[in-house]
């Protein structure tokens, strides 16, 4: 029988962070660049790089693994896999098949969600849908990327803000309080070309002449996409607040996209709050896409910023150009 009263709370949160670290001095050493520009304009440090032999479900099945730990379930617990992500092991199958047979788990439906950045809330949002019917019970929702091997090392605007990272979480039913509250999600197909990767789709196939032209790997449009992450952030999290029936000043942490300090500085302005309130660790990851916000939400925990009945916001942005935000009791 399905239930439409459940809320989905997360149970359990796991990440895998690669060892290898690459800070803005490297950068210096091949690029016209300086560590102070970059810190002034992204606020990024430095971030973690995957070695040549590792792929995306590498660091997913580690997150997956500690996600699954914290909650205290095993594989014959899991319903049901979701993974976000823009890269994917391979185009064909899913990611999330992938990380289905490495942890050992038989016959569990598996898929992915290309969302961009915005990818992990809505993989969250659609997990949380499975559990708000009574379908499944439990259900793994990861994150996880290898932007490194996207991005375009000869141009310095996709290149220095990227990092390499997985999160993970566990969604299970919650008590009508608690858990997901709200959720708001929404996309601008317009914005496609102002962050995208042009060949390799059927659209553009991947020929000689345009991995030479590096078409194969993420090309942006920096100040669009900047000018809409300014728009959007503040904008979706009210929004998820409002649907919510909570006030800004009942929320103990909003914890966004790690793109670019600057973006979420602004959002704290627009809307008139501390920066104390919103989870800030992009000087030391980078731009992990789809794995941005279960890190970030995982060194919270880790903390201690984040407490039993505490109001919590995730909000993210990209690619699409999507957007979405999910707002939580903890």
Not at 227 to 244: C, G, I, N, Y
Not at 251 to 278: T, W
Request: charged residues 20%; hydrophobic residues 45%.
């Amino acid at each position: 029988m399905l239930n439409e009263n459940n809320n989905a709370l997360i149970a359990g949160v796991g990440i895998c962070i690669p060892e290898t670290v690459l800070t803005n001095s490297d950068f210096a050493k091949t690029m016209n660049t300086s560590d102070e520009w970059i810190r002034t304009m992204t606020g990024i440090r430095e971030r973690h790089i995957v070695d040549p032999a590792q792929a995306t479900s590498d660091l997913g099945v580690v997150a997956a693994q500690q996600a699954m730990i914290q909650a205290g379930i095993n594989r014959a617990d899991v319903d049901l896999i979701i993974v976000a992500t823009m890269s994917p092991d391979l185009l064909m199958p899913a990611t999330a098949c992938i990380i289905q047979e490495r942890l050992g788990i038989k016959n569990t439906p598996a898929f992915d969600v290309s969302a961009g950045c915005s990818g992990f809330i809505y993989a969250l949002v659609a997990g949380s849908q499975f559990i708000s019917t009574g379908l499944y019970r439990t259900v793994l929702v990861i994150g996880a990327e290898t932007n490194s091997r996207i991005a375009n090392w000869e141009d310095p605007g996709s290149c220095l803000v990227v990092g390499d990272g997985a999160g993970a979480v566990v969604l299970q039913p919650s008590l009508p309080e608690h858990g997901i509250l709200s959720m708001c999600l929404g996309a601008d197909g317009s914005g496609v070309k102002h962050l995208y990767i042009p060949a390799g789709g059927t659209r553009t196939a991947v020929t000689a002449e345009n991995i030479a032209a590096k078409m194969h790997k993420v090309k942006m449009d920096g100040q669009e996409v900047f000018q809409f992450a300014m728009r959007m952030l503040p904008k979706v999290t009210e929004q998820a607040l409002e649907m919510a029936s909570i006030s800004k000043d009942e929320v103990a942490l909003i914890i966004p996209h790690q793109a670019n300090l600057r973006i979420i500085e602004a959002a704290a302005r627009r809307m008139d709050l501390p920066m104390d309130k919103f989870m800030v660790n992009v000087d030391r990851y980078g731009n992990t896409s789809s794995a941005s916000i279960p890190i970030a939400l995982h060194e919270a925990l880790e903390n201690g910023r984040i407490k039993p009945g505490d109001v919590v916001v995730l909000a993210g942005f990209g690619a699409g150009l999507t957007w979405g935000a999910v707002v939580m009791r903890w």
